[in-house]
């Protein structure tokens, strides 16, 4: 029933700048803390960047901190994830997820009950 569908990713140069959204269905969405989370080749999945249902706090990983930034658009029932100054370090499947909890949007994984398809992004040097 419920439903979440990345876009955006893509292949860029190393410096530049990507956008990716997440469109949710079947569920209402201003009740749901969202995040970001990535997995590269041989790696765990590893948290980005979180939002509470809201959009009054926001999280991020130390490694994207002052480069990505995350935000949502209840009226649209999408979150967005803004990504500058990019490094081949960022390269990876980039998932949304929904929280369990609509003020948890923090680092574990394990309190995210629904994943979406994710989406690619690659980073060249």
């Known amino acids: 029933q419920v439903q979440l569908v990345e876009s955006g990713g893509g292949l860029v140069q190393a410096g530049g700048s990507l956008r990716l959204s997440c469109a949710a269905s079947?569920?209402?969405?201003?009740?749901?803390?969202m995040g970001w989370f990535r997995q590269a080749p041989g790696k765990e999945r590893e948290f980005v960047a979180g939002?509470?249902?809201?959009?009054?706090?926001?999280y991020y990983a130390d490694s994207v901190k002052g480069r990505f930034t995350i935000s949502r658009d209840n009226a649209k029932n999408t979150v967005y994830l803004q990504m500058n100054s990019l490094k081949p370090e960022d390269s990876a499947a980039y998932y949304c997820?929904?929280?369990?909890?609509?003020?948890?949007?923090?680092?574990?994984?394990?309190?995210?009950?629904?994943w979406g398809q994710g989406t690619q992004v690659t980073v060249s040097s």
């Open positions: 997820a929904l929280s369990s909890n609509p003020y948890y949007s923090g680092y574990d994984k394990d309190r995210y009950n629904s």
């Open positions: 079947g569920l209402t969405f201003r009740n749901y803390a």
């Open positions: 939002i509470t249902w809201s959009g009054g706090s926001t």
